[in-house]
T-cell receptor, first 116, second 115 residues
Framework: DSGVTQTPKHLITATGQRVTLRCSPR?????VYWYQQSLDQGLQFLIQ???????AKGNILERFSAQQFPDLHSELNLSSLELGDSALYFC???????????????FGPGTRLTVL | GDSVTQMEGPVTLSEEAFLTINCTYT??????LFWYVQYPGEGLQLLLK?????DKGSNKGFEATYRKETTSFHLEKGSVQVSDSAVYFC??????????????FGKGTKLSVKP
């Protein structure tokens, strides 16, 4: 158990809908990263927050957004869903925002999103 | 941009066989290198890491050496077990140049070990 929790575990929805994925980082970790794992694109970095502020953006679509709340949990919002958004979404946390070589990222179990 | 290339699987081995999974990278400067493992139905776990050239990361019998001259970070294990069956990801991270430490992954290599 990494200490990172993600809810829900599975989510099935229809095209055009909007969903929210939730992540609670390990106790004391200030940084949250979101990754998408799909069969065709592999594992891709989406976005990172550190202590409530956006720190870095990767291949995140404009239809997707995220935020980190004062209690440090984070939510990833996916809207106008398309079939191609079906994927496993991971959240990871670390104690600091950078220097990943020093501060390990701990991954949650993921949320599997299926868009029908 | 930065990228990681690892050998495609699946790889099927018998128990106690020698394992090598090749990984090469493209990056400016001096990235940190990682191997992550994903067991079925679980998230990723850090297996080992190396933060500078010639560093050797090791854990649970797995080893990988950061080779800057060949831009490689191959994963090896002398004797695999059935419990090593999983998907292995090579990854890099840069902690400078605007990066905040996000990981760039290879496509993953699925390992199956038969008894």
């Amino acid at each position: 158990d990494s200490g990172v929790t993600q809810t829900p575990k599975h989510l099935i929805t229809a095209t055009g809908q909007r969903v929210t994925l939730r992540c609670s980082p390990r106790s004391g970790d200030l940084s949250v990263y979101w990754y998408q794992q799909s069969l065709d694109q592999g594992l891709q970095f989406l976005i990172q927050y550190y202590n409530g502020e956006e720190r870095a953006k990767g291949n995140i679509l404009e239809r997707f957004s995220a935020q980190q709340f004062p209690d440090l949990h984070s939510e990833l919002n996916l809207s106008s869903l398309e079939l191609g958004d079906s994927a496993l979404y991971f959240c990871a946390s670390s104690s600091r925002g950078g220097l990943a070589g020093v501060y390990e990222q701990f991954f949650g179990p993921g949320t599997r999103l299926t868009v029908l | 941009g930065d990228s990681v290339t690892q050998m495609e699987g699946p790889v099927t081995l018998s128990e106690e066989a020698f394992l090598t999974i090749n990984c090469t990278y493209t990056a400016t400067g001096y990235p940190s290198l990682f191997w992550y493992v994903q067991y079925p139905g679980e998230g990723l776990q850090l297996l080992l890491k190396a933060t500078k050239a010639d560093d050797k990361g090791s854990n649970k019998g797995f080893e990988a050496t950061y080779r800057k001259e060949t831009t490689s970070f191959h994963l090896e294990k002398g004797s695999v077990q059935v419990s090593d069956s999983a998907v292995y990801f090579c990854a890099l991270s840069r902690a400078y140049g605007g990066s905040q430490g996000n990981l760039i992954f290879g496509k993953g290599t699925k390992l199956s070990v038969k008894p």
